[in-house]
């Protein structure tokens, strides 16, 4: 539900705006969260049995992986960013909540779980959805074929499914420590942005389309994203979870920004867009089933 409310924060925020500057501030208001929690746990004012403690580690090869793992949740983000800002979130967000199906398949071949019976037919009726958005999306004149934001769209997708399995092996392969992975993959992506922002961004700002706003909802952008993603890698710190039954509950929030489409931003067609989100709800529901 807090990933719900942050696609929502996000689509507010990127309408006419420039995606670069808001992501930039996105990760560094994450870090402003987490910085001072690990000073605080060097420093022994949070003690290493609290949830919030953040152990203190110097190991490259730790941070290496974390590194690996800002790049790849960065490239998620831009390529998810534009596709949000030029699409109807009634579109972006189920193929966004496609992810959990590329995420089990992934799962299979990786980590070796098994699929059963429910599962497959979730894979299937998830395909299904997925043809029935296209379509949905050429009513208002967005083509998979031509739309380049629907494929931007599509690629943050694929490369958050890799994030997913990643963040498996990593807390439950590597058994690294769940919150110093979350509060320095963080701190990476802001130096990385600012590289990207400064280099690709910054020489030809004058010369964009949407020149750069501040709004006062980017901050909560990083607040519901922090708390969503806390809760994400808690679930995954315990032995038996899942990551394939972990992303599928993680997706669940696009129920709330296709809610917030119909209410807020009076989007198009909310008619044969709801037939779409029942399906890839019934493709979830199956996931689950098969889970149990």
């Known amino acids: 539900m807090l990933l719900g409310v942050y696609d929502v924060f996000k689509k507010v925020c990127l309408k006419d705006n420039a995606v670069i500057p808001v992501l930039l501030l996105n990760t560094l208001f994450?870090?402003?969260?987490?910085?001072p929690l690990v000073w605080l746990s060097k420093a022994g004012v949070i003690a290493d049995d609290h949830l919030l403690y953040i152990p203190w580690t110097t190991d490259i090869v730790t941070h290496a992986l974390i590194v690996l793992k800002s790049a790849i949740v960065l490239a998620s983000w831009i390529?998810?960013?534009?596709?949000?800002?030029h699409l109807p979130i009634t579109i972006a967000s189920p193929i966004n909540a496609t992810r959990p199906i590329?995420?089990?398949l992934g799962a299979i071949f990786v980590f070796g779980e098994q699929l059963n019976?429910?599962?497959?037919?979730?894979?299937?009726?998830?395909?299904?959805?997925?043809?029935?958005?296209?379509m949905s999306g050429r009513k208002e004149g967005i083509s998979l074929k031509s739309s380049i934001w629907i494929w931007l769209v599509i690629a943050g997708t694929l490369i958050g499914a890799v994030s997913g399995l990643y963040d498996k092996y990593l807390v439950n392969v590597r058994h690294m420590d769940k919150m110093v992975v979350q509060s320095w993959y963080n701190m990476y992506q802001v130096v990385m942005m600012g590289i990207v922002c400064l280099l690709l961004w910054a020489p030809k700002r004058h010369r964009r389309k949407h020149p750069f706003h501040w709004r006062w909802q980017i901050p909560f952008i990083s607040i519901f994203l922090s708390v969503a993603d806390f809760c994400y890698f808690y679930a995954l710190s315990y032995p038996d979870a899942l990551i394939?039954?972990?992303s599928l509950v993680r997706r669940s929030g696009v129920i709330v920004g296709f809610v917030a489409g119909w209410l807020f931003f009076r989007e198009k067609n909310i008619k044969s867009k709801s037939i779409d989100l029942l399906f890839v709800i019934i493709a979830m529901f199956l996931l689950?089933?098969?889970?149990?």
Do not use: H
């Not at 019976?117 to 296209?134: D, P």
């Not at 689950?288 to 149990?292: E, I």
């Open 30 to 35: 994450c870090s402003v969260i987490f910085l």
């Open 79 to 85: 390529c998810a960013y534009y596709g949000l800002k």
């Open 117 to 134: 019976g429910w599962q497959w037919a979730g894979v299937t009726v998830s395909i299904l959805a997925f043809g029935m958005i296209s």
């Open 102 to 104: 590329l995420v089990l």
């Open 288 to 292: 689950w089933m098969g889970s149990k």
């Open 244 to 246: 394939s039954v972990v």
